[in-house]
Structure formats: C-alpha cells, structure tokens
C-alpha cells in the first residue's frame, strides 16, 4: 500500500513539517519508551512491593500457623483435657474450647473425636470439620477449608494418649475482616482477596467482588508453582497481582489468596513526570515549529525572491536580486544576476539586429513597421484635430547603374552617406532603410501643415549636387511619394501603399521629384490592379481578337500588307482601347503571353493571303527582350506555314534603352530567318539615328504626328522628307502611318513615301472583310 | 526374642496340660497382611473359644520405663495379672492409661519407687507418660490362652485351639479401628485351621 505523498505548494511549508514531523517522531519514540520505562519500572516496584507483601504475608501465614498450632497443641497436650476426651467428657472439653477461645481470640475451636463426631461446632462447618483429621496427610496441621462459600483456615492438633484419642482444630474464618488486617500490614496499599474453586472449578472471590475470569483463573493455575506477577483487568479497574494458592486438607488448593495493587495508584506516581514530559514534548514541537518556519523562511526568501525575479525575467524585464551571504543561495543570485545582464545584453543585441539595417544602422522595414503602427495608433487616440503622421517613400534614381558602375562598396557607402544626410535633415521624424534604395521617414506629431513638403523639397536640393561617396562623386536624386494620414488613411497598410503610389507617381513624373498621394492614384491603382486580373481571364477564355488595318503600297497601287492591331472585347466593359490595358499588361509582363497569341494569330490567318501580302506585328520591348523569343517567331511560322518573308516584326526605338547587343543579335537572328523588321514610331524617340546606323532596317514607319500636319505644315513636310531621304539612302522602306486625307496622300506621295497607312484607305477590319478590301485602290488623281 | 520363645512355651505347656480334656484340639495359623501386602510384624492374634480355659497369671509382669520407652513395647499378661512399672531411668516419669480396659495414673516416680498395677479386665490398655510423649506402650490383657505375635513373615501359629466356632482378633497400633482391633468370626475345623488376613486401612 502507497500513502499519497503530501504536496506541498512551499519549501517552506515542506522544511517546517519535515522537521515537526522528525521532532515529533523522535519525541514520539521518547515518549514511548518513557512510557515503557515507566511501566516497567511501576511494575517492577510494584512487583518487588507484593514480592515482599507475599513473602511478608508468607511469614505471618506461617507464624500464625505456627501460634495457632502452638495454641492448639496446649490444649491437646494438657492432661486434664486429654481425660476429658478420652472419657469423652463432653461439658468439660466444651469448657475447655471455650476458655481456648478467649485465649487464643479464636472464634471457633473444636474436638474431633476418632469417631467422627464434632464437639464444640454444629451446621455446615461441623461436616466440613468432621473428617478432616483423617483427610489431612500426615505431619500436616494447617489447610484451607472451603465450606459453603466461606473460607476457613483450619488448624489440626491430635490430641494423643498416647495413641491418637481425637483432634483439637482451630477454625479461621478468612474473611473480610481478616483481609483488611493483612492489608494493614503492607507499606503500600494492597488490596487483599480470598478466592475459591467453585463446582465449576473457576476461581472467584468469596466477597464477589471478583467474577470468574480466565485471567484469574490462569494466574491462580500459574502460581501453583512460582509466584508471578500479572495485570488483571477487573471490575475495579486494572491492577497488578499475585496470588497465593492455600493448600486444602488433602493438599490440592481450594482457595486462593489475591493481592493486587491497582494500577492507577501503581502509575500515579509517574503523573508528573509524564506531564512534565508531554509539557516539554509540546514546548519542544512548538519551538521546533517557530524554529523551522524561521529557518525555511531564512532559506527560502531567497529563493522566494530568486524566483519572482525569474518571473520578471521571463516576462522580459530586467532585473537583479539582491545579494546576501556567500553561501550556495548568494552565489546562485550571483549567477542569476549575471545570467540576467546577459539575457538582456544579448536580447538588445538580437532586437537590434532584428529592427534595424545592418549596412546603414537605421531602423529596418520592421521597425518602420512597428513605429508607423505606433504613431497612427497614437494619432488615432488623440482624436480628430489631434496628431498627424506623415509617411514619406523614397526611392534612389538611378542606383543600379551606381552599382554597376562604381560596384556594390561603392552604393553601400553611398546608401549610407545618404542615410546620414536624411537623419541629418529629418531630426523630428523616423528615417528608415526598407532595403535596397528604398527609403521612409515617418513624420509624426503636430506637424506644421508645410512639414512634409519642406523636408521633401530639402532632401531633393541636399542630393541636387552630386554626393561623394567613398571618394566618388555621384550624381544622384530621390523620388518622393508622400502620404499623410488621417486625409490618406489610418491603416498602416493603407498609408503605406498610398505613400508608395505617390511614389510610383513621382518616378512616372520623371524622378527628382515628390509627389502627394491623391485619390485618383488610388483609383488608377485599384484599375490596373482590376485590368490586370481582367488580362489573364481574356488570355485564357479567349476575349482577345485581331483587326487588320492595310498598308498601302504606293508603288504597286495596291494593299501590300496589314497591320494587326489587338482588340480585347470585355464580357462587361465591352470594347477596351488598347492604350488602355497594353501598359497594364507590360507592366504585369502579360504582354508576352499576349504577344505569342497574336503572333500566332496573324500568321494564321496571313497565310491566306495572297502572296504579296504581309502581315505586320506589333512587338513591346518586353516581349522581344523576352527569353525564346526567336524560337516563338519561329514556331508560328512553322505551325502556320506563313513564309517569313510575309511576317513583320514592328519594334519601337525603347527596345535599345536596355542595350543595343543582345537587341541587334536577335534582330539579326531574325533577319536570318527572313523575317522583317520594322522601326516604328519614328521620329519620337530619343536618338534615332544611331539606331538606323546600328541595324539595317527593312522599313522605317513615320509616327503619325508629322504625318498629320504634313500637308498643312512646312516644317513637318520637311521632316518627312528629311526621313524619307535618309530611309532611301539606307535602302528602307518608308511608310507613313495615320494618313487621313488626300492632301496628305498627295504630299506623301511627292516626298517619295512607299507605303501609307490610315483611316483614308481604311480603319483597321475585322478578318473577314480582308477579302472585300484587298482589290481596293487609291484615286491616283488625288 | 528369648521372651517370645518363652511365652511360645508356656503356650505349649498350656496346651499340653488341657489336651486330655479336650479331645478334639486343632492348629490355626494365621498371615497377616498390611494393606500394601506386607508381613504385618507388630501384630497380635488372639484366638477366643467358648471351649477356651481361662489362662493362669504366672507373673511376675513387668512394663520397664528404660531409656524414655516402655519395655517391651507390648506386654500380654493373662487376666488378673499383675505388672510392675519399674523405672530404669535417672527421669521421672507418670505414666497413664485412659485404657477402658485398665484406667490408671502413675504419678510422677522415680527409681526408688515401686509401682505395680492389676488388669483384671481383658482388653488392650494403651500406656503414656504424661512427661514424655514419645512413650508409648501396649499392655495386652486376654482372656483366651490362645494368643500369638505375628513373626517377621506376619505368621502366628497357635495349636490346641479347641474345634469348634472361634472368633479371631488382631490388633495392632497401625489398625485404625476402636482399640486397634480387627474382630472376625471363624470355624476351627479339628484338622485344623488356616487363613491369611489383610489390614484394610
């Protein structure tokens, strides 16, 4: 069996029952033994007590037998006496026991006579007294006799003539009187009792005071032999005692003498000195108690302090516990407190690293995000002409080419001279580094209404003249996007991407400059983001179609080829412009996707076409700069079976900004495989020439601006001509776009163009009016 | 054991001197037994017949009082005899009886005195000294001449008893009986007479 083992919720509550515990076991364990010890010393005073009480009883039983036998044997010997009996002399043997009787105080004396007859006694006594000479064994004169519940000590003197003529018995009643004279005699106060063997053979005492018990039975049984001492448990209470079994006339005893000694008056002597002992035991726990309990607490304070300091550690503060004492608790707060400063240390070190940008030692996205919630927050609280936050986006122009250029030490140390230079100019505000080039402070608080835009336009004309870093002096510039909530939004998020499409904005609106976010932008931003998830369900599902628009070959007077324009019919929106959602759909590189799809498109149906009729596509920078793009031409061409000849491929002077190399070897690809190439939009573009150097062009496309006013406008006749001289002298082909009168026709023909495109031959068709359109020819008289 | 002898003798001339006048005489002889089956040694057996002639005293009797005891411890003396109590001691002694068969009182004695007392009753008188307890003494007084001590095999052997209806007696201070006497009936066949007798205590 387990006994559940107590819980303590306290060390301290744990030392002081461990030691009370411990103290009152031991005290316990003394206390016992005290009690044994005390016992067994009452019982072996006790027992040396009714030791002697016996054996001083065992003297007086035997001197008063030795008296009354003295006494007895007189009267026997006396020779008148023994006349008497032996004449059988009643009046004068009875004379002769009375006169005993007064002078040995007996109260019964007799003369048994050899024939049985009793002189001196009648009644019960008498029967008992008549045979008990001849009963008793020889040489014996003194027995106990049992008759009819009373108890008699007898006394058997012959009386001898000389043969024996009778008996002179002497008869003692052992009764209560009796026992209070024998108790007299004992130095303390013993308790005597005379018990007999009943018909049943049980022991009990003749004054009944004591029943039949097995224990007295036992104790009278054992003591038959050697004397000992018991405790008996009677009606009187508990006791020790011996007893003294008496002989009888034959010699088995009928009677027995009880002594006993109460245990209560055997124990009563140790009552102080057990409730000295009990007063001690309960003043020593008590002290053990206040003892304990002071010391645990003196250990566990502490430990108790040690723990709430643990506690406080875990919820992230720092603390220190006070030291006391070099022992194993004072270096244990010792190494708390140093394990303490440490977590701290190394927790600033972590939360540093993790809030903060290593290269330029701002706060990092993080930790702009986290002060950006804290200002609106605390904007929020001020209520609604309280506090305004101001968040400010800048990104670096230009710092790639700073990169690859100066290389990557160099844009470090410019990012963090420029990261100095906007602390230096925004002491009231946040400036953090988000990564890259890209910058943000967070201006918070009652600003002045100007606060944004002066700090913007400082940090513009701080970075105006060019910034030296690590020995280089660098041109460079922000752009600024600037959001202010409440007016731009109370969500960080929100405020965040507001401030960003402000930002998006300022690029847009040719770097170096800031801009505020407005709502439009938001708008705008919403749409594109609109159109953007419209392209790729059109790209899927198919919206998408091609129109033709002919071109005109001046030379031939006849349509020499179409140029296929998208055309993206919306399920809800209907007809989208194309200057709509191609922006959208390069800025999302959706483009290419389209892009193959209209490539394949238009060869498709071109191989319909007559023989001399190309088909001519336009290409955005991105798709041509786009990986595989050769292959895809190819492929279109393969699937169809349109001869390359018959495609053209239209690209705008912005495929070269991000380098002329791997633009000019794809068009030579392209040239290979004998496809066409056309440079569209001419003449809106930065330095064109340079490009007509570069790669020889199969045709050169006039941008309708100085087509439009080529009739009206001397300046613009002379551009076009200019261009259409230079197309010939480089053995291109010229075709001017957006023609929409005779006049201009007229003009252009004059000017020597090739080819015209526009709204006086056709708009651009649908596929199945190409058939109806190809026979069509221009009035030459125009 | 020269007394014995000599009273056997005596008991021969008596049987001797009646025989002519009783034809038919016969022999008893009697064991006798204590209770553990032991030769009873201290034993007398008296033989009482109708037919019986009274035993003649003879004397002279004498009951010593030697060395603080009566000498011989028992003493048969025929009716009307009488016995001397003379003090061989340098004590004085009282002897008593409180005999039926002879009540009497010596008063203190000493060696220079005489005292004799006549028992002319049969019986046994038990004798004490009132001065020494230790004294004890037997004087047998009979009727019957036929009378024997029981030897050491506890045998009496008594001739001439005449035939005819007896009544045997034994006594002994060890039977615990009136008088120390054990009585029994008996026929005396003139062939003679046998039996063994046991002392029942």
Known sequence: MRLPRPRFRTLRGRLAVLYTGMFALALAVLGVTAQVMIWTHARSSVSAELAASGSVYDGLWALRAKTLAGTADVLAHDFGFRTAVATGDRPTIESALATLRARAGVQRAMVVEPDGSVVGAAGPLAAAIAGLPDRMGDGRHDAVLVSQGRIYRVIVSPVLAPMQIGSVVLALPLDAAEMRGLERLSAIPLTATMLYRDAAGRWQSADG????????????????????????????????????????????????????????????????????????????????????????????????????????????????????????????????????????????????????????????????????????????????????????????????????????????????????????????????????????????????????????????????????????????????????????????????????????????????????????????ARKRRQMELDLREALMTGQFRLNFQPIYDLKADRIGGFESLLRWHHPTRGEVSPVEFIPVAEDTGLIVGIGEWVLHEACRHAVDWPDHVRVAINVSPLQFRSQGFAAIVMQALARTGLPPRRLEIEITESVFLDGEDHVLGLLHQLRAIGVRVALDDFGTGYSSLSYLRSFPFDKIKIDRSFVTHVAADASSAAIVRAIVDLAAALHMEITAEGVEDADQLGCLRGQGCDSIQGFLLSRPVEYDAIARLLPARLAKAA | MMRIRFLSALALALVAAIAPAAAHAATVTITVRQPDGTPLTDGVVLVDSAAAPRPVPRGPYAMEQKQIAFQPHVLIVPVGAQVAFPNRDSVRHHVYSFSKAKRFDLKLYGREDQRSIVFDTAGVVALGCNIHDTMSGFVIVTATPFYARTDAQGRVTIPGVPAGAVTLRLWSPSIRAAGNVLAQAATVPAAGYATTLTIRR
């Open chain 1, 209 to 524: 005071s004591i029943g039949a018990d097995p224990a007295v039975d036992a104790l009278v049984s054992a003591s038959q032999s050697t004397r000992r001492l018991v405790t008996l448990t009677l009606p009187a209470g508990r006791a020790f005692a011996i007893a003294k079994p008496l002989a009888g006339p034959n010699g088995r005893a009928d009677a027995a003498l009880l002594i006993r000694y109460p245990l209560q008056a055997a124990l009563a002597p140790y009552l102080p000195l057990q409730a000295g002992l009990a007063l001690a035991g309960l003043i020593g726990i008590a002290l053990v108690v206040l003892g304990s309990l002071r010391l645990a607490r003196r250990i566990t304070r502490p430990l108790f302090e040690l723990d709430a300091a643990a506690r406080t550690l875990e919820e992230g503060a720092r603390t220190e516990v006070t030291v006391t004492g070099e022992d194993e608790i004072g270096r244990l707060a010792q190494s708390f407190n140093r394990m303490s400063q440490g977590i701290v240390d190394r927790e600033n070190r972590i939360s540093h690293l993790a809030f903060h940008d290593t290269l330029t030692g701002l706060p990092n996205r993080t930790s702009f995000r986290q002060a950006l919630d804290q200002a609106l927050a605390r904007a929020a609280r001020s209520g609604p002409a309280g506090e305004q936050v101001a968040v400010l986006c800048l990104d670096l122009d230009g710092f790639k080419g700073v990169n690859d250029t100066l290389g990557h030490p160099v844009g470090d140390a410019l990012l963090e001279t420029l990261g100095a230079l906007l602390t230096r100019l925004a002491p009231d505000g946040l400036v953090s580094r988000l990564g890259g080039d890209e910058f943000a402070i967070i201006l918070a608080g009652r600003l002045e209404a100007d606060r944004p835009r002066g700090l913007a336009q400082a940090i513009l004309d701080a970075v105006a003249r060019p910034v030296e870093a690590a020995g280089h002096q660098i041109a460079t510039g922000f752009s600024i996007g600037i959001a202010l909530s409440p007016a731009d939004g109370t969500d960080p998020d929100q405020l965040l991407k507001n401030a960003d499409l402000a930002l998006y904005r300022a690029k847009k609106d040719g770097h170096g400059v800031f801009r505020f976010f407005e709502e439009a932008l938001d708008i705008a």
